[in-house]
């Protein structure tokens, strides 16, 4: 991990329910696109893109944002870096080792019902054109 990067707080989107000191890990199956087993946990540096995480997530109930700490080296997402957009503006990463939950974002303002609808239709566009997650 970059030097600087050490110093970042990071974050994870979902709509599990976690604890402290519980660990996100791939392997599972993803709580997006088409349900694959997943080769990366997913992790940001903003609370932005942890909110799009937390509502765009497959499954019941509310969205929850949790802070996390990579246990092993991380590396940009190249769903929103360099592959799609030029740098990475979201400061989002993935890596293959194990997230450790070290707390939770617990009051946080949700994107409004339109900006939702308008990533989900986004979202379905893209599947419609067979474009999925890079999981390369």
């Not at 946080?108 to 239709?121: I, P, S, V, Y």
């Amino acid at each position: 991990m970059n030097e600087h990067l050490s110093q970042e707080v990071f974050y994870h989107g979902t709509k599990a329910q976690l604890n402290e000191g519980d660990q996100i890990a791939p392997g599972f199956i993803s709580n997006y696109g088409s349900r694959k087993v997943a080769s990366y946990v997913y992790l940001t540096a903003t609370l932005e893109a942890a909110k799009w995480g937390a509502e765009l997530a497959i499954g019941e109930g509310n969205g929850r944002i949790y802070i996390v700490a990579p246990t092993g080296p991380i590396e940009d997402d190249p769903n929103l870096s360099d592959k799609k957009y030029p740098g990475n503006p979201t400061k989002s990463y993935r890596t293959k080792c194990p997230l450790m939950v070290t707390g939770k974002v617990t009051t946080w303002e949700g994107h409004t019902a339109e900006q939702l609808k308008a990533m989900q239709d986004n979202l379905e566009r893209l599947k419609q054109m067979g474009i999925e997650a890079i999981e390369d």
